[in-house]
C-alpha cells in the first residue's frame, strides 16, 4: 500500500487567513494526488486533482502543488464557507489510499 | 447533469444481508469505473473497490476482499455494494464516486453520490 500521511490532523484560523495543509506519501507518486473538501453530512468535493489543477467551478483561492513524495494545499485568504474536513487522495495505483483529514475549525 | 444517485438507509440487525445501489445518469455508464468508499462515523475516507460497468471489472481494497461484492447491472445503470452477513463493525456512511476521465481508474473523483447511512445493530 502506499501511505498518505496528512499533516496537520486539525487546525484553527481565522478568515483571511493563509492555510497550508501538507501530505507526503510513503513512496514516489509523481503527480498523482488529488485533494477533496467534506463539510458535515456532504459527501467529499473535488478541489485540486493532478496535484495542481484547479478544479471546474472550485474558487481560485485554493491552489496544490508537489510532486514526488510531499503535497501541499493552500487557501490563500480562509473564507468562512471553507471550514471543512480535507483529505488528500493518491491515485496513482489503484489501490486507492486517503489521507487521514485535516479538520480546519474557526478560532 | 452527471450525477450519482444512491438508495435509502438502512438499518439492519447482525447478521442480515444487504445490497445497497448507485444510479448514474447524464453520461456514459459502461464507460467509467465507479468506486466504492466507507466512512466510518467520525472517521476518514477508507477506499473500498472499484469495478468498470463495461465488463464488471472489479478490484478490492485487501481489507475489503471478501468482505464485501461490488457489483454493476449495466442494463439501468446501476452498481452495487453488498454484504452476505452485517456486523456492527460496518455501521458507515457509504459513498459511491466516479473518476473525472473515462476508463481511467488513476484519476480524482468529480462525481460523487451522496452516500447512504448502514447502520447495523441489534
Not at chain 1, 497550508?20 to 473535488?46: D, E, F, H, M
Not at chain 2, 480524482?108 to 447512504?116: N, P, R, S
Request: glycine residues 8%; aromatic residues 12%; charged residues 15%.
Amino acid at each position: 500500500d502506499i501511505q498518505m500521511t496528512q499533516s496537520p490532523s486539525s487546525l484553527s484560523a481565522s478568515v483571511g487567513d493563509r492555510v497550508t495543509i501538507t501530505c507526503r506519501a510513503s513512496q514516489s507518486i509523481s503527480s498523482y494526488v488529488n485533494w477533496y473538501q467534506q463539510k458535515p453530512g456532504k459527501a467529499p468535493k473535488l478541489l485540486i486533482y493532478a496535484a495542481s489543477s484547479l478544479q471546474s467551478g472550485v474558487p481560485s483561492r485554493f491552489s496544490g502543488s508537489g510532486s514526488g513524495t510531499d503535497f501541499t494545499l493552500t487557501i490563500s485568504s480562509l473564507q468562512p464557507e471553507d471550514f471543512a474536513t480535507y483529505f488528500c487522495h493518491q491515485s496513482y495505483i489503484t489501490l486507492i489510499t486517503f489521507g487521514q483529514g485535516t479538520r480546519l475549525e474557526n478560532k | 447533469e452527471v450525477q450519482l444517485v444512491q438508495s435509502g438507509a438502512e438499518v439492519k440487525k447482525p447478521g442480515e444481508s444487504l445490497k445497497i445501489s448507485c444510479k448514474g445518469s447524464g453520461y456514459s455508464f459502461t464507460s467509467y469505473w465507479i468506486g466504492w468508499v466507507r466512512q466510518m462515523p467520525g472517521k476518514g475516507l477508507e477506499w473500498m473497490g472499484i469495478i468498470y460497468p463495461g465488463d464488471s471489472d472489479t478490484r478490492y481494497s485487501p481489507s475489503f476482499q471478501g468482505q464485501v461484492t461490488i457489483s454493476a447491472d449495466k442494463s439501468i445503470s446501476t452498481a452495487y455494494l453488498q454484504w452476505s452477513s452485517l456486523k456492527a463493525s460496518d455501521t458507515a456512511m457509504y459513498y459511491c464516486a466516479r473518476p473525472r476521465n473515462r476508463d481511467s481508474t488513476f484519476d480524482a473523483f468529480d462525481i460523487w453520490g451522496q452516500g447512504t447511512m448502514v447502520i447495523v445493530s441489534s
